[in-house]
């Protein structure tokens, strides 16, 4: 599998670029054939955890909001083998949390400590310049040109923090396609005015 951490976390508050970092880091395996698997914990969690198996073909593992499964200890468990999985060579694993891994209301403390045996990154909240690239990033992840003036435009009109903006991005993106025009201002207007979230 080559050098590096087998086991990375993420943790930070909401909006400051978790979910952003997950996906460009797909995006990456995409481009240099590595096979990655990428779920949201938040949606797992209404599932069988004895069912969640499709994994273990993958060489990446990466799992959004992997606290909102602390307190199911299906799941508890579940991702304490999947770490041990991880540490065993068949996998590397990549998670993001919104609480610092002390910090997870977790039942199974066993689970807790092991989300603590890889390189743990903090992740500040994003100021206003960092939301800006982060836009015109995920953009091009999408396919598409975000215009400055666009930019300015949401970071004006809109909630400034990431998610909501990125939750406008995909509006604008389903929006250009359907009417299959690039985005300008005007296009913004027509898209959050018909749907405004």
């Given at each position: 599998?080559?050098?590096?951490?087998?086991q990375?976390?993420l943790?930070?508050?909401?909006a400051s670029?978790?979910?952003?970092?997950?996906?460009?880091?797909a995006?990456f395996?995409?481009?240099?054939?590595?096979?990655?698997?990428?779920?949201?914990?938040?949606?797992l969690?209404?599932c069988?955890a004895?069912?969640?198996?499709?994994?273990?073909d993958c060489?990446?593992?990466?799992?959004?909001?992997?606290?909102?499964?602390a307190?199911?200890?299906e799941?508890?468990?579940?991702?304490y083998?999947?770490?041990?999985?991880c540490r065993?060579?068949?996998f590397?694993?990549?998670?993001a949390?919104?609480?610092?891994?002390?910090?997870v209301?977790?039942?199974?403390?066993?689970?807790?400590s092991r989300?603590?045996w890889?390189l743990?990154l903090?992740?500040?909240s994003s100021?206003?310049a960092e939301?800006?690239?982060?836009?015109?990033?995920?953009a091009?992840?999408?396919?598409?040109?975000l215009p400055?003036?666009?930019?300015?435009?949401?970071?004006?009109?809109?909630?400034?923090?990431?998610s909501?903006?990125?939750?406008?991005?995909?509006r604008l993106?389903?929006?250009?396609?359907?009417?299959?025009?690039?985005?300008t201002i005007?296009?913004?207007?027509?898209?959050?005015?018909?749907?405004?979230g």
């Amino acid at each position: 599998m080559g050098d590096g951490e087998i086991q990375i976390g993420l943790w930070g508050a909401a909006a400051s670029g978790k979910t952003h970092l997950l996906n460009a880091s797909a995006d990456f395996a995409r481009k240099n054939a590595t096979v990655m698997q990428i779920y949201d914990a938040a949606q797992l969690r209404h599932c069988e955890a004895s069912g969640f198996e499709g994994y273990a073909d993958c060489e990446v593992l990466a799992i959004d909001n992997l606290d909102a499964i602390a307190g199911y200890p299906e799941w508890e468990a579940f991702f304490y083998q999947v770490v041990n999985r991880c540490r065993a060579g068949d996998f590397r694993f990549l998670f993001a949390l919104t609480h610092k891994p002390d910090d997870v209301p977790a039942r199974l403390n066993d689970f807790r400590s092991r989300l603590q045996w890889g390189l743990m990154l903090q992740l500040p909240s994003s100021n206003d310049a960092e939301v800006r690239e982060i836009l015109r990033r995920r953009a091009g992840l999408l396919g598409f040109e975000l215009p400055d003036d666009v930019i300015s435009y949401l970071m004006r009109h809109y909630a400034r923090d990431l998610s909501a903006q990125m939750a406008i991005l995909r509006r604008l993106d389903e929006t250009s396609l359907l009417h299959q025009r690039k985005i300008t201002i005007p296009l913004v207007k027509t898209a959050l005015t018909e749907n405004p979230g």
